[in-house]
C-alpha cells in the first residue's frame, strides 16, 4: 500500500503534464511578445545626422593640440640585481637543410 504523500514537494506530476505545463508556459511568453510587438507602435526616426567628420583634429569641439612626445618617467625604481630593460640576445646560428642521406 503506497503511502499518503503528505507536502506538495513530494507529489510528483505525470509524465505528459510535466511537458504540457512546460510548452504551455513558453506559448504563453511567445504570445506575450507577439502581442506586444504588434500594439506598440514605432515611433518616428531621426536618423539623418548628416556627414561628421571622422577624426578628432576634424571636429568642431576639439580646442586643443594634442601634447607632445615626452620621455615618460620610471614608476618604480629599477630593483637591485634585477636584468637590464631589453637584454641582449644569445646568437643562434641559422638551421641548416638535412642532406639527402639520412
Do not use: C
Request: aromatic residues 10%; glycine residues 4%.
Amino acid at each position: 500500500m503506497e503511502r499518503q504523500r503528505k507536502y506538495d514537494e513530494e507529489r510528483e506530476l505525470p509524465s505528459p503534464w510535466e511537458w504540457v505545463i512546460i510548452t504551455l508556459f513558453s506559448a504563453s511568453i511567445v504570445l506575450f511578445g507577439l502581442l506586444v510587438y504588434h500594439l506598440i507602435q514605432e515611433g518616428p526616426r531621426y536618423w539623418d545626422f548628416g556627414q561628421l567628420p571622422d577624426t578628432p583634429a576634424e571636429s568642431i569641439y576639439s580646442t586643443k593640440a594634442p601634447p607632445t612626445r615626452t620621455v615618460v618617467p620610471r614608476q618604480m625604481p629599477v630593483l637591485p640585481g634585477s636584468q637590464p630593460l631589453n637584454p641582449a640576445k644569445p646568437h643562434q646560428e641559422h638551421l641548416r637543410e638535412r642532406g639527402t642521406s639520412r
